[in-house]
């Protein structure tokens, strides 16, 4: 072999590229992860036995449960497709076609159970809540009805505005409505009275014995069908 070092500054034959892992650190975190889990298994079975629910307990790390400040608006999925792994399951139990919550790894199928379970217990110590709700101050009461008041007020107000908005709107349509009705009877009337004038013009130079297309199409008929008149004679 020659004597000469590596790319990294020694012999090939010296360096060793894998990766050296800790068999005890990772045997102890395994036990530790053993023992939870059955301490887990354990408590849900004695929960069970005493007919109760379950529920993760608290570290202390918690806060307080707070009511949501977003709308569900679950009218926005209404024909739309969602993506799902392959081999997904068809229960709660993991990722699949529905509402998933990230939190219990769980899926529901309609967005009833999904609002139920959001309120559950279950999900509340999931995501580091107690389950339980501060209780308001009577200033903090106050302050929220207040809020709660002027922003109804703040709607009426819009609600009157965008009224007035669509009432000035439908005037204006109105208008140009009418206005079209006028231009047109304007062009009708004008172009009869160029048609008349143009037939007193040819009459004029030409004689009353003159026909003008369309004049006596009337006389035409009747004289067509036999009538020669409808007028009375008068007995002396």
């Known amino acids: 072999m ?45 929960a069970k036995m005493a007919g109760k629910k379950y529920y993760k307990p608290m570290d202390g790390t918690e806060t307080l449960t707070t009511a949501r400040n977003a709308t569900q608006d679950f009218s926005k999925l209404v ?95 109105e208008e140009k409505e009418r206005e079209e009705k006028r231009r047109k009877r304007k062009e009708v009337e004008e172009r009869r009275r160029l048609e008349k004038e143009a037939a007193l013009k040819i009459k004029t130079e030409y004689g009353e014995d003159v026909r003008i297309e369309g004049e006596h199409d009337e006389d035409d008929m009747m004289a067509a069908l036999g009538f020669t008149g409808f007028g009375t004679t008068a007995k002396k």
């Open 2 to 46: 020659s004597n000469k070092g590596s790319a990294y500054g020694q012999a090939a034959g010296d360096t060793d590229f894998r990766k050296k892992y800790d068999l005890d650190e990772y045997a102890a975190k395994a036990k530790e992860r053993e023992a939870a889990e059955k301490e887990e298994r354990k408590a849900r079975w004695e």
């Open 79 to 173: 024909g739309t497709s969602t993506l799902v792994p392959a081999g997904a399951g068809v229960g709660k139990r993991g990722r699949g076609a529905g509402f998933y919550c990230e939190a219990c790894d769980l899926t529901f199928k309609d967005n009833l159970q999904w609002i139920e379970h959001t309120n559950s217990m279950q999900h509340q110590r999931n995501i580091g809540a107690t389950g339980e709700v501060r209780k308001a101050t009577a200033e903090e009461v106050h302050a929220r009805i207040e809020a709660l008041w002027e922003r109804e007020q703040e709607r009426k107000r819009e609600q009157v505005i965008s009224l007035k908005e669509r009432l000035e709107v439908r005037k204006e349509e």
